[in-house]
């Protein structure tokens, strides 16, 4: 039975990844945290404290041996302890040289954070190697649609023309920023752990620090300036990423989904045959990519908020918190695969109705040149002026069903200030898109 939907033979596939289950997966974590202990035992060994030929045997079981779980969680439950189960499971497999020279002087945090830092460099990997892709895909789509005109809207209401290209181009430019964000706090937060009952080694006497480096080292892992079982800084920072990485592809689904709606129709998800929209209505083609990555960034928020509590620690541990993030981190690092993974997908596959867009604009009958004309007539008469001369013409055409042009012409002030041959060359659609084009080229250079 699968409480978790992440772990559903039926809807699995919507929340992680097989990558993220194959990391992830408790069978996963345990045998991880099977190599920990064998790392540790060879650190241990390389600095005099545990005898070279135990360390070679703990490495050949956490290699070699069968993992059987239910005998863990039997030792788990009987001894209330978190990861003792594993410990008895293990010693009870090894040759007595072995047994006394496993978990050396080591405690449950500097197994399971040393994991849970392993485990947010490789998830930092697998999302970065996403979100190349997803830029490379809102950076193909800024090219092509550098200066293809669409409506840009303000407050969900009609505006002025920007290019399509403008648009993906600060997609492109956000998750290029969430890219450098990554790299940037990999020293903060891909650190080993290790420090005994306190976080002080005193277990290893004078050989504490050198163990320290040999195990870091050893992982492949940072070396902290003081262990940081009471220091949640990092995985929160960590999961705060995720979570702004989730809710930038959230904040793309959410636009694609508004410009699918047929009342606009100028973008759509990729689709596939045999897709169902609705089982009542089956005229209907569904933006369930878009929409799941709203879905997706909410419980990726939540999980973030949850990882920040546990920054709240009492003395020098405190389960309490800690342990919260055994949930909270892997949902979240699940949920942040999944996301980018259909991102990649809807960006790569987004159909892009260049002839819906202007058909768009030009049913706003010249409302969209109301800027360059009230900045003509500003030029005369002052901006403020201008701005109510061109408000009460704009709300009086909307009232009257006038055309835009209508309206303006129709105020007493305006004839001495243009006619209609000036509004229409006003209302030229590369002018009013501005430096659109050129932005699509500064974050295009800034990409390359």
């Given amino acids: 039975m699968s409480i978790h939907l992440a772990d559903s033979v039926v809807y699995g596939h919507l929340w992680?990844?097989?990558?993220?289950?194959?990391?992830?997966?408790?069978?996963?974590?345990?045998?991880?945290?099977?190599g920990i202990l064998a790392t540790l035992a060879e650190a241990q060994a390389e600095v005099g404290l545990v005898p070279e030929p135990a360390a070679a045997t703990i490495r050949a079981y956490a290699a070699e041996a069968d993992l059987d779980l239910e005998r863990v969680a039997e030792e788990t439950r009987a001894t209330g302890?978190?990861?003792?189960?594993?410990?008895?499971?293990?010693?009870?497999?090894?040759?007595?040289?072995?047994r006394e020279w496993v978990y050396y002087g080591a405690t449950v945090q500097d197994l399971t954070d040393t994991w849970t830092a392993t485990v947010m460099r490789a998830v930092g990997d697998l999302v970065d190697r996403d979100l190349a892709r997803i830029e490379a895909a809102a950076l193909t789509l800024a090219r092509a649609?550098?200066?293809?005109?669409?409506?840009g809207r303000t407050h969900a209401q009609p505006a002025l023309p920007i290019p399509f290209g403008f648009k993906a181009a600060v997609w492109a430019s956000e998750?290029?920023?969430?890219?450098?964000?990554l790299a940037s706090g990999r020293a903060r937060w891909e650190v080993a752990q290790l420090g005994g009952a306190l976080g002080t080694m005193e277990f290893w006497g004078d050989r504490a620090l050198p163990l320290l480096e040999a195990f870091a080292r050893r992982m492949e892992l940072g070396v902290p300036s003081i262990p940081w079982i009471t220091s949640r800084d990092g995985p929160a920072e960590f999961t705060h990423l995720l979570a702004m990485v989730a809710t930038t592809i959230a904040k793309v689904g959410n636009e694609i989904m508004e410009l699918q709606r047929l009342e606009l129709g100028e973008v759509r998800e990729p689709f596939i045959k045999g897709t169902v929209g609705s089982i009542t209505m089956p005229q209907k083609r569904n933006p369930e990519l878009s929409e799941?990555?709203?879905?997706?960034?909410?419980?990726?928020?939540?999980?973030?908020?949850?990882?920040?509590?546990?920054?709240?620690?009492?003395h020098e541990r405190d389960g309490r918190s800690w342990k919260a993030e055994w949930i909270a981190i892997p949902e979240a690092c699940a949920m942040t695969l999944s996301a980018t993974r259909y991102a990649s997908i809807l960006l790569e596959g987004l159909e892009v109705d260049a002839s819906r867009m202007m058909a768009n604009i030009e049913a706003r009958q010249g409302f969209v040149f109301a800027e360059p004309v009230m900045r003509y007539i500003a030029e005369r008469v002052g901006k403020h002026t201008a701005h109510d001369i061109v408000?009460?013409?704009a709300m009086r055409a909307v009232e009257e069903g006038l055309s835009f042009a209508?309206?303006?012409?129709?105020?007493p002030r305006v004839p001495s200030l243009l006619d209609r041959q000036r509004i229409d060359e006003l209302s030229d659609i590369d002018d009013v898109m501005g430096a659109g084009p050129l932005f699509v080229d500064r974050v295009i250079r800034a990409a390359d």
């Fill in 16 to 34: 992680a990844t097989d990558e993220a289950r194959a990391l992830l997966g408790e069978e996963a974590r345990f045998r991880a945290w099977l």
């Fill in 81 to 98: 302890h978190s990861t003792l189960g594993l410990i008895r499971v293990l010693r009870a497999t090894l040759p007595e040289s072995a």
């Fill in 145 to 151: 649609h550098r200066s293809t005109p669409m409506m």
């Fill in 175 to 181: 998750v290029g920023r969430h890219r450098r964000r």
């Fill in 292 to 314: 799941h990555l709203d879905t997706l960034a909410r419980l990726v928020r939540a999980d973030a908020a949850v990882v920040t509590e546990a920054m709240l620690q009492l």
């Fill in 391 to 393: 408000y009460e013409a």
């Fill in 406 to 411: 209508d309206a303006v012409l129709g105020d």
